[in-house]
């Protein structure tokens, strides 16, 4: 079965610094990676996906992950870190199932705090 | 363009009854998927529809059940509660199923607290 690692459960940065967050994956089959964050009470807003192809993806707000197939890994990285990007956030994977739905499987997740 | 809208938003319920949470997906979008997300975890997948049709589960007991409309909007059912349902409800819309990866869109959820 499918499952996700995230290793850091909390991390803190200074503002303007940079920021890189883990994952590892573990599926047998070609990966289909995501990351979401999560405000306070919010729903999940996707940043990036990762479903074929260059393996460095870009995303919304300045985030990129980049796909290590060798370390089964999706890290989530922002060369400068703002107040505003203090949430949790989600490493996935998406699995294509038997009756043809898809499902993703989350990691815990990663409570990223911002220090002024 | 309105993203997926859950309702109610939050609600609280007791022990032993049942409860409806609903969802309606993004325009365009019609296959719908249900999360549960306890409080400090990543959310879990319940069910996935499509065309009114389930096509996918997750490792939810059968008190659970969903279901799909002609208009694609979603609701979750939940039977017999037990206070471990206390959890934040996520649908999450996408705009098909298949063979394939896809997004998926989440709304805002549903805080059920069961006392």
């Known amino acids: 079965a499918q499952s996700v690692t995230q290793p850091d459960i909390h991390i803190t940065v200074s503002e303007g610094a940079s920021l890189e967050l883990r994952c590892n994956y573990s599926?047998?089959?070609?990966?289909?990676l995501f990351w979401y964050v999560q405000s306070p009470g919010q729903g999940l807003q996707l940043l990036l996906k990762y479903f074929s192809g260059d393996t460095l993806v870009q995303g919304i707000k300045g985030f990129e992950a980049e796909f290590k197939r060798s370390q089964s890994s999706f890290n989530l990285r922002k060369p400068s870190v703002h107040w505003s990007d203090a949430a949790e956030y989600f490493c996935?994977?998406?699995?294509?199932?038997?009756?043809?739905?898809?499902?993703?499987?989350f990691g815990t997740g990663t409570q990223l705090k911002v220090e002024l | 363009d309105a993203g997926v809208t859950q309702s109610p938003t939050h609600l609280i319920k007791t022990r032993g009854q049942h409860v409806t949470l609903r969802c309606s997906p993004i325009?365009?979008?019609?296959?719908v998927s249900w999360y549960q997300q306890v409080l400090g975890q990543g959310p879990q997948f319940i069910f996935q529809y499509y065309e009114k049709e389930e096509r996918g589960r997750g490792n939810f007991p059968d008190r659970f059940s969903a279901r799909q409309f002609p208009n694609y909007s979603s609701e979750l059912n939940v039977n017999a509660l037990l206070l471990g349902d206390s959890a934040l409800y996520l649908c999450?819309?996408?705009?098909?199923?298949?063979?394939?990866?896809?997004?998926?869109?989440f709304g805002p959820g549903t805080r059920l607290t069961v006392t």
């Open positions: 599926y047998g089959a070609t990966p289909y």
């Open positions: 996935a994977v998406g699995e294509v199932l038997t009756g043809g739905g898809n499902k993703l499987t």
């Open positions: 999450a819309s996408s705009v098909h199923t298949g063979t394939g990866p896809y997004e998926q869109y």
């Open positions: 325009s365009g979008h019609k296959s």
